[in-house]
């Protein structure tokens, strides 16, 4: 006769069924649920063998006895197990007697302290049944396997015909989440035997894609246990049901073996820890440990060149065109435009990052839900620039919670904050990863870890020093803070450092070996939410918004031409002498200084605007941010600005002392106009090289002082340029050489040049005259000059294209195999 067995945990006890298994785990459809985090969905199960049983641990947190990893223990008396971590809760498996059953405990004993929550209870409410067996399609890596890592939402029983899946009510299969598009994919069932048959799926158009076993697919037959994603959504094919499961984030993360090599510096090695669902883990460690090099590869952005990171059980290196979607990242840099109000800038963001057919009052609704969410109902209204370090950190974050991330990566936080607001932050992440989230967050902080459920730190070089509850981390090392820690880490080698943890009892060893390489991944297919022009119209909306909401930056804009055009306003004359009609040679000096503040002006609105956001778009980039929408809505902004300014900057110094004859439109003061705008904005063009070409704000305006020097040489004003060997062909791309010969022609600069080498009393006024062939008042020589200054702009543009290609997030860099092995 078979024993019988009890489960106890604290003041809960259970019975296991004679001759069944029994499962022991996180999950509501366990058969002895033990809601904590460090515990796996199904941790252990313990199985009839023989006339005995065995416990057999079928987690990704590890089970432990006595001090050691156990995978198999068959049962002979009382076993005390610890879950999750060696200091992990305890569940004790001891044999009794049928007849010596106790009543169960009650939940309202006063002497309860967990709530676990047993099958045989009357307070227990059973979770829907998921399939004992795993599909035999599906693999045997189980990376697949839905019982084991999301909770089942409902099953929709599949007809012969069409069936549509999306967000919009109207579909046969709702799916209610943002990132899926109304009319999604559809289902092709075809005619069987006794129902259903060959069952096809189409994605259409959608803006996120539809992925079949983690690859995005245009049109593929489903075989049994195929499993579909549809944003947060995933849909298993099980017999004649689709078998809907929820991505709530309360899954399983592990990283195993990760190595990064830069050439041939190793900058981290084997890195290997896993985390359950809903954990909260700080990594912490000396300057040069590789905090940074981790975080790259956990959230694929420079992924390891060895090793794997998995999610759910899913390799999310090669599925990562599916999974990236549930990453968030926050940087050390606030990824916000300070002078919005927090809901304008999360409503940006919204626009950016949910499809095209999203409405205006679903955006709403998920951005008043993130406010909520991160407790900035009351601060909704004030401009980011006005927030505490705190509350602009908590508004970064809330900018990556729109799309659910069920992974969250934090880069130093609590960075420059006072330690009540790093107190705040910290909360605020705890509170993130008990909502369903995996919360991973770099720090230099330590002062807030007993709110985490494990520290990482590590060593330099990249290796791992200690992994485990925070509150067994100074025990380790021995020391009474960690700032003894950290120099007792520098000062010892990374090797050294981390075979002392692998000898200790709290090492866990991977339980599959990570490959040894790994082949370059294919290239990503792009995730854009919105086309081009959809990009483009909010980008240049956010970048107006922005402009006018900095008062003082919108007041020194509007001010600044007219200031600008009293300068060669207070030249005095005309292009003509009163009295004779007579050239002035002062025109000259007139049109370089209006060429000259055309320049300043148009570079002084571009040079900042592409470093001033490079965190931003970095960060919006790698969630599909269109480089053409981006640099579109920049030329966009900056074209009706400078525009702008330039119509009050011409009238101002020309009104009423203009050519008197035109040269091309029959309007010398319109020619003027042109010839200033063109020479502003391909000056604005070159200011957004600058701004792409450094990574600093502050390195903008010693180049701008540069550079507007550079073209005062090359307008050909001070000096000529033409015929001279070198300057003549360097002056080709200053953008003031072309205004300035488009200002002459119109101003029929030659002409009054050679008259005035003699003026009629017969004073010499300069015998070194040079007719330039750009000069020429001709509509010839006028067209070319304005042709050569929107290419100079043209070229300009393609620049920062190229440029601004150094900043997209690196996701597919690796080495070679043969590098990486050896």
């Known amino acids: 006769m078979q024993t019988t067995l009890r489960v106890v945990s604290g003041a809960n006890v259970a019975t296991v069924p004679a001759g069944q298994p029994f499962v022991v785990g996180r999950a509501r459809t366990a058969d002895f649920v033990m809601p904590d985090s460090r515990v796996s969905r199904r941790h252990l199960l313990i199985e009839p063998v023989g006339a005995g049983w065995a416990v057999r641990d079928i ?34 498996v001891r044999p009794e007697a049928p007849a010596s059953r106790e009543p169960l405990p009650r939940f309202d004993d006063p002497h309860f302290e967990m709530p676990t929550m047993l099958r045989e209870s009357t307070n227990y409410e059973p979770g829907p049944q998921l399939p004992r067996q795993r599909p035999q399609a599906l693999d045997d890596s189980g990376a697949h396997d839905l019982e084991r890592e999301h909770e089942r939402q409902t099953a929709y029983r599949l007809h012969p015909g069409t069936m549509s899946i999306g967000r919009s009510r109207g579909n046969d299969i709702v799916v209610g989440d943002l990132l899926a598009s109304r009319r999604h994919a559809e289902l092709y069932v075809g005619h069987g035997g006794d129902g259903p048959g060959e069952v096809e799926i189409a994605d259409l158009d959608s803006a996120n894609g539809t992925f079949v076993n983690g690859k995005r697919i245009v ?180 900018l990556e919670l729109l799309t659910k991330p069920t992974l969250l990566y934090l880069d130093e936080p609590t960075s420059g904050l006072d330690p009540g607001m790093d107190k705040n932050v910290m909360e605020s992440l705890r509170k993130l990863a008990d909502d369903g989230r995996t919360v991973v967050v770099v720090t230099h902080s330590v002062a807030q870890l007993d709110l985490c459920d ?169 969630i599909g941010l269109s480089r053409t929408a981006y640099i579109g809505s920049k030329i966009l902004v900056l074209t009706l600005i400078t525009t702008l300014q330039a119509i009050p900057f011409t009238l101002i110094a020309l009104v009423g002392r203009a050519p008197d004859e035109g040269v091309a439109l029959g309007n010398s003061l319109a020619e003027c106009l042109i010839a200033v705008i063109v020479v502003s904005l391909s000056s604005a063009m070159l200011g957004l090289v600058i701004s792409a070409l450094v990574d600093n704000a502050d390195k903008t305006m010693p180049l701008l002082v540069l550079l507007t020097m550079a073209q005062l040489v090359f307008s050909g004003g001070i000096l000529p340029v033409h015929g001279k060997p070198g300057l003549e062909e360097v002056s080709v791309i200053a953008p003031a050489r072309w205004g300035f010969a488009g200002l002459s022609s119109v101003g029929d600069l030659n002409r009054i040049s050679l008259a005035g080498v003699l003026r009629p009393d017969g004073k010499l006024i300069n015998s070194k005259v040079v007719v330039d062939p750009f000069f020429d008042h001709t509509s010839s020589a006028y067209f070319t000059d304005i042709g050569a200054g929107v290419g100079i702009g043209v070229i300009c543009v393609i620049v920062t294209a190229f440029l601004i290609r150094r900043m997209d997030p690196k996701t597919v860099k690796k080495r070679k195999p043969e590098q990486a092995a050896s």
């Open 59 to 92: 987690s990704s947190n590890g089970t432990w006895l006595d001090g050691e990893r156990v995978q198999r223990v068959d049962v002979n008396g009382e076993i005390r197990f610890r879950l999750g971590t060696p200091t992990g809760p305890e569940v004790v």
């Open 219 to 398: 049109r593929e037959k489903l075989p049994q246990g195929a499993v579909i994603a549809v944003g947060h959504h995933v849909f298993q094919l099980v017999g004649d049901e689709l078998v809907e499961y929820i991505d709530s984030g309360d899954v399983s993360f592990e990283a195993d073996g990760l190595n990064v090599w830069a050439g041939q510096k190793q900058l981290m090695h084997d890195m290997t820890f896993r985390l359950p669902g809903r954990a909260l883990l700080a990594v912490v460690g000396p300057s040069g440990a590789g905090k940074s090099t981790l975080l790259n590869a956990l959230t694929g952005f420079r992924p390891a060149d060895k090793g794997t990171v998995r999610y759910a059980g899913r390799d999310m290196y090669s599925e990562y065109d599916e999974l990236r979607r549930r990453i968030g990242y926050v940087p050390q840099e606030d990824l916000l435009h300070t002078t919005l109000t927090v809901r304008r800038a999360l409503e940006f963001g919204a626009e950016l990052r949910f499809p095209p057919d999203t409405t205006k009052a679903e955006r709403g609704a998920r951005v008043d839900e993130v406010i909520a969410e991160l407790g900035l109902t009351q601060h909704a209204g004030t401009q980011v620039a006005k927030l505490s370090g705190g509350q602009r950190k908590r508004t970064s974050v809330a």
């Open 454 to 622: 494990y520290v990482l730190v590590l060593a330099p070089g990249g290796y791992v020093a200690y992994f485990g509850p925070p509150r067994d981390a100074l025990s380790f090392f021995a020391k009474k803070d960690y700032p003894d820690v950290f120099l007792m880490l520098e000062a010892t080698a990374g090797a050294e450092s981390a075979a002392r943890f692998r000898q200790s009892r709290y090492y866990v060893p991977a339980s599959v070996t990570a490959p040894s390489a790994r082949p370059a991944p294919e290239e990503l297919p792009s995730i854009r939410q919105q086309s081009v022009f959809s990009q483009l119209i909010t980008l240049s909306r956010r970048t107006l918004a922005v402009v006018a909401s900095d008062r003082s930056y919108l007041r020194l804009i509007v001010v600044f031409p007219f200031l600008l055009g009293l300068i060669p306003r207070a030249i005095p004359g005309s292009f003509t002498l009163p009295g004779d009609g007579s050239p002035n040679a002062d025109a000259a000096t007139i049109l370089l200084v209006m060429v000259l503040c055309a320049c300043f002006m148009g570079m002084a609105n571009s040079v900042r605007e592409i470093v001033k956001e490079r965190a931003i778009y970095r960060r919006e980039r790698a």
